[in-house]
């Protein structure tokens, strides 16, 4: 094709509004938190795993993501457990 490939957007702002609604929907994808609060978490986690809790040494991992996740599973399955269903 001629002059290369077909343009996505009309203008050069209607680029710059599609990329703004793009990157603001990324943006609500996340949750902010406090450093010092994830480091009080995670602190508090290692404690326990250090004193035998079990919980605790299920969820210890080395990033808040896979952290939060792995509470997540871990209430899931005591959700389970308890024959409670999962809202």
Do not use: W
């Amino acid at each position: 094709m001629p002059g290369g490939r077909p343009r996505k957007y009309e203008t050069g702002e209607a680029a710059a509004k599609a990329h703004a609604e793009q990157e603001r929907a990324r943006r609500e994808g996340r949750v902010s938190v406090s450093r010092a609060a994830a480091e009080e978490l995670v602190a508090a986690i290692d404690a326990a795993a250090a004193a035998g809790d079990e919980l605790a040494r299920d969820v210890r991992t080395g990033g808040i993501d896979s952290l939060l996740r792995n509470l997540a599973l871990a209430f899931r399955r005591r959700a389970e457990a308890h024959g409670a269903d999962d809202r």
